[in-house]
């Protein structure tokens, strides 16, 4: 399970011009969206995120950020917040060092095991976050980045919302759910999140009907954030992804319109 928004993150973020953004949406051209795996939607779906994340539609400037939020995940970075109190960010730094053993942060792949599941820095300061941003600037490590995103991410999120038959919306609720919420099976992980959705509601796949299963998965998922503090501020659902249910935009289409914890943001 992991979270990582705070005030004074948001705060930090306002006065750096980062909190309200208008972007122009790119031509998909002439084809149809194929889901949340198109390249213009599966992009779409990381300006939604970093939205949240980041008080910010520009994914890509993320892959250096990172620091310590307090919210006992020990150190949060790059595009989707890896964590080193969570295994994500271990996972990312042994792929890097996989493909490329001479880089900055392989120093500290002890430390990342000896923390993980933990909120210390023990091994890690002071120079992991120096070492971070280094390897941010090389491409080896935005790409292991992307891949390692898509691989405990994405991807799964994707393909277990195309087997319960949700379209692009409701494959953007999941990987929304699993990115912040961590693939897990207990309640207040992704897997327990879609168990308690789906005692409320049947998915498409097993005869329900797709607005009605997506509201009971968003009820869900408001229900677990209010288990933990730093999850009480749910307007990542209420005012954005319950926003484009409402308007029955099943596809995800822009224009697209929405608040995150008080930031208004607008997909043209």
Sequence with gaps: MR???????????????????????????????????????KDLAMRLV??????????????????????????????????????DMLALVEL????????PLAPYLAALRTVDGTDSHDGLDPGFPAAWRE???????????????DRGYFDPAVARAKKDGLGTLGQFVYYDAMVMHGPGTDPLSFGGIR????????TPTDGGDETAYLHAFLNARVWAMKQEAAHSDVSRVETAQRVFLEQGNLDLDPPLKWKVYGDSYEIG
């Design 195 to 202: 168990d308690r959705a789906r005692r409320a509601a049947d």
């Design 3 to 41: 979270f990582r928004r705070t005030a004074a993150r948001r705060t930090l973020l306002a006065a750096l011009g980062a909190g309200v953004l208008s972007s122009r949406w790119p031509s998909a051209g002439a084809a149809g969206p194929t889901g949340l795996d198109d390249p213009v939607k």
């Design 96 to 103: 890097y060092t996989q493909r490329v053993p001479d880089n």
């Design 135 to 149: 390897a941010a600037q090389t491409s080896a490590f935005r790409q292991a980045q992307r891949d390692e995103r």
């Design 50 to 87: 970093s939205s949240a994340e980041n008080s910010s539609l520009d994914w890509q400037a993320q892959y250096a950020y990172l620091e310590d939020i307090g919210d006992g995940r020990g150190y949060t970075a790059g595009i989707i917040g890896f964590c080193s109190g969570t295994s």
